[in-house]
């Protein structure tokens, strides 16, 4: 079988019409195919963190917003989220598909909906803070 092909006189076309982008345009030799976010080990690696004494903290937590902020040594590249962020209701902490227009609460279900209709202002301002969407009046 490789006999008959070598034989014969097929010559195949660098360039195909069929095909839009050519794969020798798309990715030249040594080019990178795309870019490589690196792990958390190689970042850690590369900051040399065991030179580093031990009681000295390298990150911290920040309440009001719930989240660990490294210090600014630290280089953590990586791209930013491409899903929507979820919407949790206030009350149950459920998915909460709909929010309430007059209160800006969210909510799961109509029990959760009568409930938020019932509570007084301050209450409802209270829920909102948690989420850091509180309206401030003066």
């Given at each position: 079988?490789?006999?008959?092909?070598?034989?014969?006189?097929?010559?195949?076309?660098?360039?195909?019409?069929?095909?839009?982008?050519q794969m020798?345009?798309?990715?030249?030799?040594?080019q990178a195919?795309?870019?490589?976010?690196?792990?958390?080990?190689?970042?850690?690696?590369?900051?040399?963190?065991?030179?580093?004494?031990?009681?000295?903290?390298?990150?911290?937590?920040?309440?009001?917003?719930?989240?660990?902020?490294?210090?600014?040594?630290?280089?953590?590249?990586?791209?930013?989220?491409?899903?929507?962020?979820?919407?949790?209701?206030?009350?149950?902490?459920?998915?909460?598909?709909?929010?309430?227009?007059?209160?800006?609460?969210?909510?799961?279900?109509?029990?959760?909906?009568?409930?938020?209709?019932?509570?007084?202002n301050d209450?409802?301002?209270?829920?909102?803070?948690?989420?850091?969407?509180?309206?401030?009046?003066?």
């Amino acid at each position: 079988m490789e006999r008959e092909v070598i034989e014969s006189d097929l010559v195949l076309p660098t360039h195909l019409g069929f095909k839009k982008i050519q794969m020798y345009e798309k990715y030249p030799k040594g080019q990178a195919r795309g870019r490589h976010w690196k792990h958390l080990k190689q970042i850690i690696q590369a900051e040399n963190y065991q030179n580093y004494p031990p009681d000295v903290p390298n990150c911290e937590f920040k309440s009001n917003t719930f989240s660990w902020v490294f210090s600014p040594d630290i280089n953590i590249e990586s791209p930013p989220s491409m899903h929507p962020c979820k919407r949790i209701c206030d009350i149950t902490g459920f998915e909460a598909p709909y929010y309430d227009p007059r209160t800006n609460l969210r909510y799961a279900n109509a029990e959760v909906f009568k409930a938020i209709r019932s509570l007084p202002n301050d209450y409802v301002q209270r829920y909102l803070a948690l989420r850091n969407a509180a309206v401030v009046l003066r």
